[in-house]
DNA sequence: CGTTTCAATATGTATATACATAATCGCCAT
DNA sequence: ATGGCGATTATGTATATACATATTGAAACG
């Protein structure tokens, strides 16, 4: 079998499509944790491939902590989880694409409204004025990924008023529009509340992640965002050296 | 030019020295934001390697954000790396206090041992050596606050293998004694484990907050260390203001 | 019966090669 | 000038091959 060359004359490249067919299996839980995924071999012939193909791909899906290699023994179904640096812009989507899946978005609710006392608690809002409120999820493959609730200061971004959310999240809309001068993340552990576990699909009382994160420009409150993750589904990864000017 | 076969008979693979290198004068500055770094024949023959293996290193710096390709022209230095150190090193006592509540600590546990796979994967330790183990409780009046699990690698602080740590925390203890050159964060949502809740005072399957933190002084892999806090006692904050990119 | 040794096996890393693809440069004809 | 076109160039992806390394299971040994 010789067939030097390339194949991938057709969409993805090969090696895309076996990182997101195997992430697809794990996620789907078709593959269960601890599950023995086929050897390197096995699926170079199932794939028509050569080895080094598969190798960089599983390589890929180990690095990303989706699978544990063991010399000797294979490689091996880990609990399914996905890291974000917290320094960074949260762009779930690129961390769905960074696991090889689908990343598919949904918006569930949108409503304009005059803040109430509770929206001006979570932007840190003195008076009251028009806000918009989103609910939306993120989805990685078939399963949902996160949950987002936001509320977004109108009098802060006015042109926010007119856009319905429906083609593009808020995060990448919102970073493209308003250049933010200072952003704060709190982090927690919560169980999720029905809502919540309804949306995540995982069972009531289950430990999630939230990550909420408040953004100002110029010293005006732009919007408050809270997302809520599976916890399997998610670490959040930060690094720094201290010195650096 | 032959020579088959590996190269990698010393310390680190190439992949992983040609990676570091790079990132290396990115992060510096000693390669601005703009500059074109040579070009992967370049530094195939610089390293003596092929180019299949700058390759694989350039494009993994480029999924991570560091440069940007450009068929024909070649790659190139993005935006400067514009992570202030953020999150804060954690003081628990220093928390505790901050809450108006007494601290207390308690070391549960003390063994040094020879690493374990499992703690030299913590330490991301290539050898075996000695390591200290520890287990610890941080209480916030009369309550367990964290748990705290560290290993220390007594290859970089040998000093610590003749401390008893009854009366200082690790924490602490190592601050003043080592200075780190860098850090890793990982945090996580998990359910208690039986250990987790005996130890917290909490319920089976109650949600935490995991916070996991490896440090490097030089190079050298110093410290790695599990915090778990029941999920209604913590909430990490993290505040950025973007450098200049 | 336990231990040591060794061969088999799966992954890890590197090589040389081949061809595809996209961007750019310079040449040529209009 | 200038617009098109092919040659050049750097990266992208795949191949086949080679040898290293870690682990395991079974055979050999004390």
Redesign the pocket.
């Known amino acids: 079998?010789?067939?030097?060359?390339?194949?991938?004359?057709e969409g993805?490249?090969?090696?895309?499509?076996i990182l997101s067919d195997i992430s697809e299996r794990i996620m789907s839980g078709a593959w269960a944790p601890g599950h023995r995924?086929?050897?390197?071999?096995?699926l170079?012939t199932q794939?028509?491939?050569?080895?080094?193909?598969?190798?960089?791909a599983?390589?890929q899906l180990?690095k990303a902590g989706l699978i544990e290699?063991?010399?000797?023994?294979?490689?091996f179904v880990r609990r399914p989880q996905s890291q974000a640096a917290v320094l960074e812009i949260h762009d779930i989507r690129i961390e769905v694409e960074a696991l090889g899946l689908a990343y598919r978005y949904e918006r569930a609710a949108r409503q304009k409204r005059l803040s109430s006392a509770e929206d001006r608690a979570l932007l840190e809002l003195g008076v009251a004025g028009p806000v918009l409120a989103l609910e939306c999820r993120h989805f990685a493959g078939e399963r949902p990924f996160a949950h987002e609730q936001r509320v977004i200061n109108l009098a802060a971004v006015p042109e926010a008023a007119d856009e319905e959310f429906l083609a593009i999240a808020p995060g990448p809309w919102l970073i493209g529009r308003v250049p933010w001068s200072e952003a704060e993340h709190r982090i927690r552990a919560v169980a999720a509340d029905r809502h919540i576990a309804a949306a995540l699909d995982i069972a009531a009382g289950a430990p999630c992640l939230v990550v909420e994160r408040r953004t100002w420009s110029a010293e005006h409150p732009v919007t408050h965002v809270r997302f809520t993750y599976a916890a399997e589904s998610h670490t959040l990864v930060a690094r720094f050296t201290p010195s650096k000017g």
């Open positions: 079998m010789s067939m030097t060359g390339t194949i991938g004359t993805g490249s090969l090696h895309q499509r995924i086929p050897f390197e071999h096995e170079s794939y028509n491939c050569s080895r080094m193909t598969v190798n960089k599983l390589s180990a290699r063991r010399r000797r023994s294979g490689s």
